[in-house]
């Protein structure tokens, strides 16, 4: 079965920029779909960005578009969250999914989820 682990989160002040990497084990990376998600305290868990299996296409909610950018290695079964201009807002735990059957962009379809790691952006 599919195991997903992250790292790569902690505190920093706003505008700075952090690099979530989530592991990916147990199946076949490059033929799962990728994405990140989040949940800030109260707040249900949404969408970040999502990756498709080849890394050709990447998809990305309106509230962090031009400032994050999710990026896979196929060879080391890893996918990436670049997260700069970080923000206040931006506060969250983040989750790494993956899909077998979609394409990166829709939430439904990704049904494994790592245990999160948290991000905090102070002012």
């Known amino acids: 079965q599919v195991q997903l682990v992250e790292s790569g989160g902690g505190s920093v002040q706003a505008g700075g920029s952090l690099r979530l990497s989530c592991a990916f084990s147990?199946?076949?990376?490059?033929?799962?779909?990728m994405g990140w998600f989040r949940q800030a305290s109260g707040k249900e868990r949404e969408f970040v960005a999502g990756i498709s299996w080849s890394g050709s296409n990447a998809f990305y909610a309106d509230s962090v578009k031009g400032r994050f950018f999710i990026s896979r290695n196929n060879a080391r079964n890893t996918v990436y969250l670049q997260m700069n201009s970080l923000k206040p807002e931006d506060t969250a735990v983040y989750y790494c999914?993956?899909?077998?059957w979609g394409n990166g962009s829709q939430r439904s379809t990704f049904d494994t989820w790592g245990q999160g790691t948290q991000v905090t952006v102070s002012s």
């Open positions: 147990g199946r076949t990376f490059s033929t799962y779909a």
């Open positions: 999914a993956a899909s077998l």
